[in-house]
T-cell receptor, first 115, second 114 residues
């Protein structure tokens, strides 16, 4: 079974520039998550999709971050304009269901450095 | 709100030593508890889980018991190997209308020396 694919693996930009990350979940997984992992901290949920609908985006900084999951498969996370504090690893995860004792499968992550 | 607290690292052990990484949680209702591991350069992987009180999760020699009375889920291994060097994350899934999202602790780095 193919895993969760993410790209790019690394990205360096200057503050106020924009960046986009892409995620392809495991085939058939209806639920997709984007997490932000700042160095030395645990991952923090940014947004959760169930198919192409948003379930939870309460911690997404909506003035600069946006995410979409067209057709309920691939997803993109965009940051515009980027700030220094956005330097982090952006993790995408998927699961077959969106409730209960849910096992998430994570991608390798996209590391963003904002200069 | 729901939260997870882990012991601070790094934890440095010699090969074959006994490992304990402490994890406590605060949650409404009856959470499910997880340990995930992150090896260098790789994504988070599920190590083990427990879904109700007194359940014991186990995998690859690691064990953790869901203790509701102490709100804890400590990770243990009897004899660590160099290949166990990684960052370990305790996590929970809970809340009203539990959507399956995970709330993570800050992670504990384990270094095992030969």
């Amino acid at each position: 079974e193919a895993g969760v694919a993410q790209s790019p693996r690394y990205k360096i930009i200057e503050k106020r520039q924009s960046v986009a990350f892409w995620c392809n979940p495991i085939s058939g997984h209806a639920t997709l998550y984007w997490y932000q992992q700042i160095l030395g901290q645990g991952p923090k949920l940014l947004i959760q999709f169930q198919n192409n609908g948003v379930v939870d985006d309460s911690q997404l900084p909506k003035d600069r971050f946006s995410a979409e999951r067209l057709k309920g498969v691939d997803s993109t996370l965009k940051i515009q304009p980027a700030k220094l504090e956005d330097s982090a690893v952006y993790l995408c995860a998927s699961s077959s269901r969106g409730f209960g004792a849910n096992v998430l499968t994570f991608g390798a992550g996209s590391r963003l450095t904002v200069l | 709100g729901d939260s997870v607290t882990q012991m601070e690292g790094p934890v440095t052990l010699s090969e074959e030593a006994f490992l304990t990484i402490n994890c406590t949680y605060t949650a409404t209702g009856y959470p499910s508890l997880f340990w995930y591991v992150q090896y260098p350069g790789e994504g988070l992987q599920l190590l083990l889980k427990a879904t109700k009180a007194d359940d014991k999760g186990s995998n690859k020699g690691f064990e953790a018991t869901y203790r509701k009375e102490t709100t804890s889920f400590h990770l243990e291994k009897g004899s660590v190997q160099v290949s166990d060097s990684a960052v370990y994350f305790c996590a929970l899934s809970a809340g009203s209308g539990n959507t399956g999202k995970l709330i993570f602790g800050q992670g504990t780095t384990l270094q095992v020396k030969p």
